[in-house]
């Protein structure tokens, strides 16, 4: 089992560790409905440096990452990041990930340069996947091992973290980055974004350096009681949005139309690995689609239930299921027929013996208060 | 951990002590509380029921994760703890916070008290765990 360059002080917290994607990562610190509601009403930080890094250097860099992902990086200015996912060649899914058009200082003269962020679990499959599509002149590095990642995020992230930094956090908006000083630290690059719905930042440094910065963000955030945030609360809070996760919501078998990702699937940028399929099931329609849904029953929703129509017919599978810290209620994903996909629609969710009912609702479970 | 010497303990972590000739108490060990973590919801709806050992009983839902409950011996459900009942006192984390007092499940009526022989010491179970 791999570590993080923060294993030790996770240990030292007393965190409740468990293997995830090969690394011995955090589950929870005080408990996850803690930590849940303090990113939902101050601020937690996540080590999450077991996420894979890219980078993607060439003058066909963008006709690499046109051909690869679904989202049109032809949109990207330097300083921005994309949510995206990465098709394979029978409609599913390979993983998806962050695109970052990163400064050009390091680029020759017509090259541009991106960082592509992946699942921990998929960095080896995505690696050989892009690859294997790299039919351009370009120059891949994996840089995984050598990269921390921490998320600082909850409505006091930006002023914790403005108290380490000269770069102007508020100005910052959602979805670009910055490289800059933290904590007298070089070269920190500053994303805007999250997983969790509540803001804040995802600051991305060399893994000898990540401790020192771990340590820098708990001194600045002292005063405001910032806590330490484990996988258990990052997964309650990503599904509170109804964000997906790879491997329990989608996967190499689940096309980005059904799982309702049409969003960052630019059928329009041109071709792309499935595009044609995509294009053909914008048309006509999917078999499938993955609602959010809530329960009227106290029973909690769990990944690989089966979905039944009232009359008991198997017709989908939940993906995802937790109990909402915020709303106290059971809240679940799950793929079913479009006939039951609308708002208000109805199906039953097979807990052992018990069928309990449930009902599409829009995600996102929890609406955040706008600041 | 807290694992008192004067009950019985389970691979599904589960513990029993006789209360009263053949009526026990039963619940969940502290090492399955704190590996379960938080309970939001606990259910039992075998009261009235004879169910045999190993029977599924109820199911305990935390935020993470489900588990069902298993009779550890044979016998009738006789009571569902009111502290955890949904209906009434609908707090779940007593188990979290007290185990094996006020966190306790449900009491049963014992078939054959012979049965629970066949159950762990606290260091039998203590092996099993650590």
Redo the contacts between chains.
């Keep these: 089992m791999k570590s993080t360059p923060l294993t030790e002080k996770h240990l030292a917290l007393g965190a409740k560790m468990a293997e995830f994607a090969g690394y011995n990562m955090p589950i929870s610190y005080a408990g996850i409905k803690d930590e849940h509601h303090a990113v939902r009403n101050n601020v937690g930080v996540f080590d999450v440096s077991h996420m894979g890094e890219f980078i993607v250097k060439g003058k066909e860099a963008e006709a690499l990452l046109q051909k690869v992902t679904s989202n049109d990086v032809s949109k990207l200015e330097i300083g921005d990041a994309q949510y995206s996912c990465l098709p394979n060649k029978e409609g599913g899914i390979v993983d998806d990930l962050l695109v970052y058009r990163l400064d050009e200082d390091q680029c020759s003269e017509g090259e541009k340069a991106f960082m592509l962020v992946v699942n921990a679990s998929n960095i080896e499959k995505d690696w050989n996947w892009i690859q294997e599509n790299n039919d351009f002149d370009n120059k891949m590095f994996n840089i995984s091992d050598r990269t921390g990642l921490i998320a600082v995020q909850g409505p006091n992230a930006t002023k914790v973290l403005q108290k380490l930094t000269e770069v102007n956090l508020a100005e910052m908006k959602y979805y670009t980055f910055t490289k800059g000083k933290v904590a007298g630290l070089d070269n920190i690059l500053i994303s805007a974004t999250g997983y969790t719905g509540s803001g804040g930042f995802e600051l991305y440094v060399q893994s000898d350096q990540l401790a020192a910065l771990w340590d820098a963000v708990f001194d600045a955030g002292k005063e405001e009681g910032i806590a330490p945030v484990g996988l258990g609360a990052r997964d309650t809070l990503r599904l509170e949005m109804g964000y997906c996760l790879y491997g329990n919501d989608i996967n190499d078998t689940t096309s980005p139309i059904e799982a309702g990702l049409s969003w960052i699937t630019k059928l329009k940028k041109g071709p792309f690995n499935s595009s044609e399929f995509f294009t053909e099931q914008k048309a006509n329609g999917v078999n499938r689609k993955l609602v959010a849904f809530t329960m009227e029953d106290r029973r909690v929703p769990r990944h690989d239930y089966i979905i039944e129509n009232a009359s008991e017919e198997a017709i989908g599978v939940v993906t995802s299921g937790t109990q909402s810290p915020s709303l106290e209620i059971p809240i679940g994903m799950g793929y079913v027929p479009p006939s039951h996909s609308k708002i208000g629609s109805e199906f039953y969710v097979v807990a052992g013996k018990k069928k309990l009912k449930a009902t599409v609702v829009k995600a996102p479970f929890y609406k955040v208060a706008k600041a | 951990m807290n694992l008192p010497e004067d009950l019985k303990y389970t691979e599904e972590h589960e513990w029993i002590k006789i209360d009263s000739e053949n009526v026990a108490v039963l619940g969940i060990t502290d090492f399955a509380q704190s590996e379960l ?2 309970l ?2 606990v ?1 039992v709806e075998t009261v009235g029921e004879t169910l045999e050992k190993g029977a ?1 009983f109820g ?1 305990v ?6 588990s ?1 409950l298993f009779m550890p011996v044979s016998g009738e459900v006789l009571e569902f703890n009111p502290e955890l009942n ?1 209906n009434e006192g609908d707090n779940p984390t007593a188990i979290n916070d007290d185990p094996y007092g006020k966190g306790w499940i449900v009491k049963i009526k014992v078939s054959d008290v012979a049965e629970l022989d066949d159950l762990m010491s606290a260091d039998a179970y203590k092996s099993i765990v650590s």
């Design positions: 973590g938080e939001v919801y259910e599924v199911t839902e935390a935020v993470k994760t489900t069902d949904e």
